[in-house]
């Protein structure tokens, strides 16, 4: 799509704007700022619109605003004197008032999806308007639908997407649809495609509520509106008196799954454009994928993505988390020549996620991981404790602070936050280490046998790498599981010769002395 006014062009597609043919150089911010202008000429944008679109919803002072309006005033040869292209409107917002000629582009390039075309012969926008910059995930929850049951039923079909509506919301990388929005859907057989071009929105949330006998039967759907297809479903079945408990439960489950499913998905969706027309939140979301590979080469790929997304975007605080995350790896694993390097950059990153969303629980984590490298697992938990109050379902959150106890010796803290961590997303991409955490919670507290079990589950997890395959070596050591810690043992050798006890220790830097002798004996009994 194209917007031309006095000689200006302004190409989403290209995400440029020109005078004549000349390109005008302008920070991303300023151009998601046109861009907003420019779609609905002669009408009111409000300063509430101008935030979510430039600054994804983040809280921001009207002096940051009053700056873009005055770069993007003096980017196309206004003022805030003349104002005849930009007006004011005082305590209200901002009107683009200079006549205004949209075009599509003549030869747009297709990417396939495998989708039939959409028809927009109802005057709807066409996708490649969309904001190229600011592409957060968003998402509509619909009312319920009530197959059957009582009056109660009917209000547990509003009461239940309302909870979702209020959890959703403390998610700081995902914008959700005010309740007046959505619940002017309805609750019955909504196609997804439709509600995503009302509302503008990747993802929607449906659900029913039926009696079964003396059980309630809830069943929640996630789709992805640019398909229609099922992201992920899950149903929960409860006693009519257990009802609260129901409730509670499943925004927990949704909450947790929704920071597994929709980044997996969107990483999938990205896939399917071409490099060049990546996006920040593109950018960030294969970074993810890669990033919980826990190899070399994936560490390497998923530091490029959150690069990139520092590069279009550099006050995207998550790109930092996840960029802080990568050095963490490098560090933790000894990827790099440079273990103090990466512990520096991992603590630097974590610093401006923090300055530049100090909310966001991502970076939070990122902060607390970042101390704990720095052996300051004191502050390491003050940080995590943060992440976990910011949002009480992270799972990564509970399973980090669990890993901060048990170095300090307070197993008896670390199991409830392992049992949190693995209730709320048993198929985390961190599932391997909630599993090795509670075997070494184990060895801590003499029970070999639970920690053989957990160590074993831990290493056959996907995603694990060779210092869990220590773990599962120290855990069936320690059990006289002699054959399965042999295996393990040659394990870790195929897949890191230099393995020894002092990376083992530098990555778990227990202060139990105790503790410390008991794995040492362990290891040296395989030759480590």
């Known amino acids: 799509m194209q917007y031309c006014f006095d000689g200006y062009s302004l190409d989403v597609d290209a995400f440029e704007l020109k005078k004549g043919e000349e390109a005008v150089a302008l920070e991303p911010q300023v151009l998601n700022l046109l861009k907003l202008l420019l779609e609905t000429p002669g009408r009111l944008v409000s300063k509430d619109q101008i935030i979510d679109a430039v600054w994804g919803g983040r809280a921001v002072s009207d ?3 009053a700056n873009r309006i005055k770069l993007a005033r003096a980017a196309i040869g206004d003022d805030g004197k003349r104002q005849d292209k930009i007006r004011t409107v005082h305590g209200q917002g901002f009107r683009f008032v200079a006549k205004v000629k949209a075009s599509a582009p003549a030869s747009p390039t297709i990417v396939s999806t495998g989708q039939p075309p959409i028809d927009r012969s109802d005057g709807s926008a066409d996708d490649g308007a969309r904001n190229l910059q600011d592409n957060k995930p968003s998402i509509a929850v619909l009312p319920f639908a009530c197959l059957g049951g009582d009056g109660t039923n009917l209000l547990l079909a509003e009461a239940i997407p309302y909870d979702l509506i209020q959890a959703l919301s403390c998610l700081r990388w995902l914008k959700v649809i005010a309740r007046g929005s959505t619940f002017r859907f309805g609750s019955m057989g909504q196609d997804p495609v439709i509600v995503g071009r009302s509302l503008d929105v990747r993802y929607m949330m449906s659900g029913s509520i039926e009696t079964r006998g003396a059980d ?4 929640t759907e996630l789709s992805d509106t640019r398909t229609g297809g099922i992201v992920w479903s899950e149903q929960f079945v409860s006693t009519r008196d257990g009802v609260h408990e129901l409730r509670d439960a499943l925004v927990t489950r949704v909450v947790a799954s929704l920071e597994v499913r929709v980044p997996l998905n969107e990483a999938c969706q990205a896939r399917l454009c071409v490099s060049e027309n990546l996006d920040s939140w593109s950018n960030y979301h294969l970074g993810l994928q890669h990033m919980y590979r826990f190899t070399k080469p994936d560490n390497d790929r998923a530091s490029a993505y959150f690069e990139h997304a520092i590069e279009q975007d550099p006050n995207f605080a998550r790109a930092h988390a996840g960029l802080s995350f990568t050095n963490f790896q490098n560090a933790f694993l000894r990827y790099g020549p ?8 991992a603590h630097r990153l974590a610093e401006r996620g923090i300055e530049l969303d100090p909310l966001d629980p991502f970076a939070n984590f990122a902060m607390g ?5 720095q052996g300051e697992l004191e502050l390491c938990l003050a940080w995590l404790d943060r992440a976990i109050l910011l949002n009480p379902n992270y799972s990564q959150g509970h399973y980090s602070h669990a890993f901060a106890d048990l170095l300090s010796g307070q197993t008896h803290a670390s199991f409830p936050h392992l ?3 693995l209730t709320l997303s048993p198929l985390d ?6 599993q090795a955490a509670r075997s070494l919670s184990f060895v801590i507290d003499g029970a070999y046998e639970d920690a053989a079990i957990a160590g074993e589950t831990g290493a056959r997890t996907p995603g694990a790498h060779y210092l869990i395959d220590m773990i599962a070596l120290i855990a069936c050591a320690l059990n006289k599981n002699e054959v399965s810690a042999s ?3 040659e394990k870790v050798r195929r897949r890191r010769p230099d393995a020894s006890q002092a990376a083992f220790f530098a990555a778990f830097p227990f202060s139990c002395g105790t503790t410390r002798q008991k794995i040492a004996s362990a290891l040296e009994q395989y030759g480590f």
């Open 369 to 373: 991981r970042s101390v704990m490298l």
């Open 429 to 434: 991409p961190l599932a391997y280490a909630m």
């Open 216 to 219: 309630l039967v809830v069943t």
């Open 487 to 489: 295996y393990w043992a």
């Open 338 to 345: 440079s273990r103090k390097e990466a512990i520096a950059d």
């Open 419 to 421: 049992d949190t961590a």
């Open 63 to 65: 002096a940051s605003i």
